[in-house]
């Protein structure tokens, strides 16, 4: 997939540039195709049908009834269902799923699918679907956070250690003039992306050819490589882009069954999960529940952190949401612990979801801060100034960069906290409302991952960048055409980028907020590279004003080559190219983390959030009229894009403190509120005045150029800033969220 580029001309460096989003023009005017808008010929219809218990089995599904319904033309279920290479229940990797794709009779969970009915029209496979009418052995389902005995997991999140301590938590509690000691709840989360996971597959002999929005080409590419036995070159994927997808699109389950589906009938397959069937095989957010204890000592320096956290996963599968991590990074203690205890239960097996860990995580940590500063009569961002770590306190070492302070200074001053009392329900609006005022600290880790790409420079003067990178929305196709601009020393218009399919480089994971630094650096290496063998061409030939300069004597600009010492004698682009006798020159980049500088430094981007609630006094309810957030991660490609990741991440944290939640139904174990009607995300009205700073950091660390993840930095510390201000509002201190009005409703 190619975009054209925009007609924004201009000189001199792309990146910085706050530049619209490339495909912005194709989605407003619907001419951007989803996965889901691929109508092949000869398409059929699928439909999952699922499971409405969460334990048990199918005992009977009326395959009879749905078959032979008008425009059904199969019903697959775990009898007739193709046969796989490779055990769906097989664990190759700690990061390859177990999956359900009709391998038996068991349910696991709550809309686990149980068959996929495959008509002419949607309609008639909806209405075979219901005709299944399943029947099952239910076992009663095994529910919430205190069911089983707990035991600590082997790893959390990316296989870090459950448990983690350094000094004597104990004695450092023991000798606190002030302690802390509070629970805090969130509750399980769901995907909620605007484009429900959806494929469109075509089988042609071993050669499958796949429309699905993916966030992880390679890993999706390999992993149905290894069940269906192909080599991965027989897959093609293609992804251009994606209505969201917050670590569920990857690759699940009902895409898979698409792909069955489509071998079993010989025919292309589409299939589109129903919103209600987003709460099932997907992957969702385990709920938590954090014991923080604090231990300040006299001088409010704290003496002790202990961040306990317990999670609940499947009972076939293994994650459990790293939330005390966060506590490893943020607040210096002499002494710190955390430690993760797990359920199982009857669930499908839940995910990384945006910001996983650091999101539930900050919003016990940033309440529990909250909460010792108002203990010590102390401001919290003082006490915050006071106790924010100067090195990472587990690993003890320096930041590669840091601009926290700078962060809350920024944040601070364009919010007014200095008018902040410090008491709460001393502040009213002119209707009367109750007005609260929080702060919450931000942080994410700097991530790379691996990537390759390639550069192409044309005897026109043109250039070719591509790379196999994912737009899930984030505006990745602009982002990183400006990097590739840059490292081709062309203007964005004059080079062409490709991205979204899976024949291009491996451009690693849109995931971790490091897909810009990731694939960037890659694209990045690629045109110095196209660039290098340019310059090799070029001082090696006597015909050149370039000759004999070395490659270390040239420099490119604006698609010519210069040399350093006199850049009065330069050459294009196409003339080197043309004398050379060549059409083009390639260049190849790939990226990685350094481990040597990994070693020695701390990577992470920090932030402050400020947050104003008005709450209404008779009635409890909740507005979040005012939200700041200063934020400081490297170097900023696009600053459009860049306050719009931190906006997306803020009503996040909006939504995390006073929105989100999954029910489940204690007896069932089903999702009781399985659509957008009941399960709230906020809606424009819920987001009255948002703001983001970007501050300025140049962190030299981290990857040469700069760069740190921006996606999923502002869902953390914006919850604990909102339950900070509720309690500054109201005086109320809400530990289980979401804070619902009912919490507040005042005692007269
Ligand atoms: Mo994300 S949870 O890194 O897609």
């Known amino acids: 997939m190619t975009l054209e580029t925009s007609l924004h001309v201009r000189h001199g ?23 889901a808008d691929n109508r092949p010929p000869g398409l059929l219809y699928a439909v999952l049908a699922v499971s409405s218990i969460a334990r048990g089995r199918v005992t009977s599904l009326n395959v009879q009834a749905a078959r032979s319904h008008k425009g059904v033309v199969e019903v697959m279920t775990a009898a007739n269902r193709p046969a796989l290479a490779q055990d769906p229940d097989e664990k190759s990797n700690p990061f390859m799923f177990r999956l359900d794709l009709l391998q038996n009779d068991r349910v696991r969970y709550a809309n686990q699918p149980i068959a996929v009915v495959i008509a002419e029209s949607l309609e008639s496979a909806t209405e075979g679907a219901t005709l299944l009418q399943p029947q099952y052995e239910a076992e009663p389902a095994r529910v919430g956070l205190d069911g089983d005995e707990g035991f600590v997991p082997p790893g959390v999140g990316i296989g870090t250690p459950a448990e983690i301590h350094k000094g004597d938590v104990e004695a450092g509690l023991e000798i606190a003039a002030t302690l802390i000691d509070e629970t805090y709840e969130t509750p ?40 269906f036995g192909l080599s991965p070159e027989k897959i093609h994927i293609r992804s251009p882009f994606l209505g969201g997808g917050f670590g569920s699109k990857v690759i699940s389950s009902p895409q898979i ?3 069955l589906a489509a071998r079993l009938v010989g025919r292309p397959v589409k299939l589109v999960l129903r919103r209600d069937q987003m709460y099932g095989a997907i992957g969702h957010r385990a709920p938590t529940r954090q014991r923080v204890r604090l231990g300040v000592a006299n001088d409010g320096t704290l003496s002790a952190l202990d961040h306990r956290a317990k999670t609940t996963s499947s009972l076939y599968d293994d994650f459990f949401e790293p939330a005390a991590n966060i506590s490893h990074t943020l607040y210096a203690s002499p002494a710190i612990a955390t430690s993760h205890e797990a359920v199982r239960i009857d669930i499908a097996t839940p995910t990384f979801m945006r910001a996983p860990g650091e999101a539930t ?47 809350y200074a920024q944040g601070a001053e364009r919010f007014g906290w200095a008018r902040r009392p410090r008491a709460p329900r001393q502040m009213r609006d002119e209707a009367g409302f109750l007005v609260g005022w929080g702060v919450g600290t931000a942080t994410f880790p700097a991530l790379m991952f691996q990537a390759k790409a390639r550069a192409v420079i044309r005897r026109d003067g043109t250039g070719l960048v591509e790379s196999g990178a994912h737009d899930m929305g984030q505006g990745a196709w602009t982002a990183l055409a400006q990097i590739a601009a840059d490292g081709l020393a062309l203007e964005l218009d004059q080079i062409e980028f490709s991205a979204g399919t899976s024949d291009l480089p491996d451009a690693g994971i849109a995931g971790g907020s490091a897909h810009t630094a990731t694939a960037g650096m890659a694209i990045h290496g690629a045109g110095a590279d196209a660039i290098a063998k340019l310059a090799e ?5 006597r015909r050149s004003p370039l000759y004999g300069a070395g490659n270390a004597g040239v420099i490119a600009r604006n698609g010519r080559l210069l040399r350093r010492d006199d850049e009065s004698r330069s050459e294009s682009y196409g003339d080197i190219l043309a004398r050379a006798g060549l059409a083009e020159i390639e260049g190849a980049g790939a990226s990685t983390a350094d481990p040597a500088t990994q070693s020695v430094y701390a990577m992470h981007a920090h932030g402050a959030v400020f947050a104003e609630v008005k709450v209404d006094p008779d009635l409890g309810q909740i507005r979040t009229t005012r939200l700041v957030g200063a934020f400081a991660a490297g170097r900023v490609i696009n600053p459009r894009l860049v306050r719009s990741q931190y906006y997306g991440g803020m009503i996040w944290g909006i939504s995390f403190a006073l929105n989100e939640q999954a029910m489940v139904d204690r007896r069932t174990g089903r999702v009781m509120n399985a659509d957008l009607a009941e399960y709230h995300v906020p809606v424009n009205a819920d987001v009255v005045s948002l703001e983001a700073l970007l501050v300025h950091e140049d962190d030299p660390h981290v990857n040469a150029l700069g760069i740190k993840g921006v996606g999923e930095i502002g869902v953390t510390g914006t919850a604990g800033a909102i339950a900070n201000a509720v309690w500054h509002a109201t005086g109320v201190r809400v530990r289980r969220f979401p804070i619902k009005l009912e919490d507040l409703v005042m005692p007269i």
């Open 188 to 227: 399980a989360q769901y995907h909620n992306a605007m484009e429900p996971h959806a494929i469109v597959a075509s089988w042609d002999g071993d050669a499958l050819s796949i429309d699905m929005p993916c966030q992880a080409l390679e890993l999706a590419r390999g992993r149905i490589a290894g069940l």
């Open 537 to 541: 061409l070029a001082t090696a030939d």
């Open 361 to 407: 995580g900050s919003i016990a940590l940033e309440s529990a801060i909250d909460e010792a500063a108002a203990a010590c009569s102390m401001d919290p961002l003082d006490f915050r100034l006071k106790n924010y770590a100067e090195v990472e306190p587990i690993s003890g070492k320096p930041f590669s960069s840091k601009a926290l302070r700078e962060c």
């Open 13 to 35: 460096s792309s990146i910085g540039q706050p530049i619209t989003r490339r495909d912005g023009f194709l989605k407003v005017t619907g001419k951007a195709d989803f996965a």
């Open 257 to 259: 069954l698409g792909f």
